[in-house]
């Protein structure tokens, strides 16, 4: 394999990488050079398939299981994830889920549950990176434009968890911009996976409010991270950028 990649020479760690978005951002940065470590949470076949695509592209690749809304496991395998790489320059926070509820519903289960991997997962994890990071690393945090809008009902505590992601990433942009390390949020819109498929509960009601008047595709999502993940996207921080097929107009 050739090292002309624009990651060539970079060591990524994206969470939930083995299946969705992160299976697709994980591939796609090792397809541009870099050697990726992903961790996942039960599904270790597809873990092990996300694997084989990185080796296939040439690049070193590792699957650790790790549960992302456990700050103990998850700072041990940011930890794994260095010591496999030999550093870290890019993370991309993508483990994520959502519970779908009316608020007459809820229960404060709900929300704890979400926070513990969509918000503090993200921080927990960031913490654990930062001591492996060279100056110039990038962290992508993978949002949603449930972050800004509640395109339905019952989607109170995924937005509010989506939001808190933001938060998070104007502070840390602005605390490690000494450092050159450059931190963004990509918010997607409805994509095709396990987590929203097209013949679940949602398509059907999403798709006519899309401008573009279909779903969206994890490949898609992956392309823009890989920017972001680039020397390309250098005067980028502190961002929040909707990929949406216009949804959020
Ligand atoms: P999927 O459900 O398809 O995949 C989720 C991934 O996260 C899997 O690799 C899964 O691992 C992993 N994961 C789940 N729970 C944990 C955990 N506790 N610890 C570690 N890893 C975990 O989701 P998507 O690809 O659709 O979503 C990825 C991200 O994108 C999420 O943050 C989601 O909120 C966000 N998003 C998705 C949208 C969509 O329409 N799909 C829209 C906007 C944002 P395993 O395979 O082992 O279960």
Do not use: C
């Not at 289960?109 to 969509?118: E, F, K, T």
Request: hydrophobic share 45%; charged share 15%; proline share 6%.
């Amino acid at each position: 394999m050739t090292d002309t990649g624009r990651l060539s020479g970079k060591r990524a760690l994206v969470t939930g990488g083995s299946r969705g978005i992160g299976a697709a951002i994980a591939t796609r940065l090792a397809a541009d050079g870099a050697d990726v470590v992903i961790t996942y949470a039960a599904a270790a076949d597809a873990a092990q398939s996300v694997v084989d695509a990185i080796r296939a592209s040439g690049r070193k690749g590792e699957a650790i299981q790790a549960d992302g809304a456990d700050p103990v496991a998850q700072t041990a395998a940011f930890d794994a994830a260095a010591k496999v790489l030999g550093g870290i320059d890019i993370v991309v926070h993508n483990a994520g889920f959502g519970i779908f509820t009316p608020v007459s519903e809820d229960t404060p289960d709900n929300l704890r549950r979400q926070l513990a991997l969509n918000v503090e997962g993200v921080h927990s994890g960031t913490i654990a990176a930062l001591p492996h990071m060279p100056d110039g690393g990038r962290i992508i945090i993978i949002g949603s434009i449930s972050g800004h809008t509640a395109p339905f009902p019952g989607s109170a505590t995924y937005s509010a968890t989506k939001a808190a992601v933001t938060g998070l990433a104007l502070g840390w942009a602005r605390d490690l911009a000494p450092r050159k390390i450059l931190v963004n949020v990509v918010q997607p819109g409805p994509i095709a996976t396990d987590m929203n498929p097209l013949d679940g509960p949602y398509a059907e009601m999403l798709v006519p409010t899309i401008p573009l008047g279909r779903y969206g595709e994890a490949k898609e999502v992956a392309a823009l991270t890989a920017f972001l993940a680039s020397d390309e996207s250098s005067f980028i921080t502190g961002s929040t950028i909707d990929i949406d097929g216009g949804m959020s107009i």
